[in-house]
């Protein structure tokens, strides 16, 4: 009886040989790639100019094409998709508590390769475009104000936040 576990027992490690044995293995690479730096800087700020009292309408409505529009340059790999983010004013103020409000705004990318696309800037959410073939994007910004016809005389400001990332 001891000579037949043993025997099975032999058979059993034998097996297990065998199949050790019939492996096979591989290799594997680790990669990265590292995308340049984002740049983005002001080009110019939006400035609507003076206006006379009395204005109730005024529009920055086709921004790439209008010279006092806001611009931002962006340099990033070329081609390369990234998210536009923004924290918009809802209004221009005098610091002293008058105010007017913005009721629209507008945008449009410039890249080559790409072309253009007009866009609506919104803190809602982001907007995703394409960096053009030679590694630049131009970010055009208007806006719409609701400006009373008593408007207060003074000079409004309001600040606008543009953050830019690899998609």
Do not use: K
Request: hydrophobic share 45%; proline share 5%; no cysteine.
């Amino acid at each position: 009886m001891n000579l037949r576990s043993t025997t099975l027992a032999l058979a059993l490690v034998g097996g297990l040989a065998s199949v050790v044995r019939a492996q096979n293995g591989t290799s594997l690479t680790a990669t990265i790639t590292i995308q340049p730096s984002i740049s983005v800087s002001t080009v110019r700020n939006m400035d609507f100019g003076i206006m006379s009292q009395g204005i109730t309408d005024l529009s920055i409505s086709d921004p790439a094409n209008d010279p006092r529009s806001a611009q931002v340059h962006v340099s990033a790999r070329a081609l390369n998709l990234v998210t536009v983010g923004f924290v918009l004013p809802a209004d221009l103020s005098d610091g002293a508590g008058h105010t007017i409000p913005i009721t629209e705004w507008f945008g449009t990318f410039i890249a080559i390769g790409p072309g253009n696309t007009a866009f609506t800037p919104s803190m809602a959410g982001r907007t995703t475009t394409q960096i053009g073939n030679d590694g630049n994007l131009e970010l055009f910004l208007g806006s719409h104000l609701g400006i009373d016809s008593n408007q207060f005389p003074a000079t409004y400001t309001g600040v606008i936040l543009v953050d830019v990332f690899y998609f």
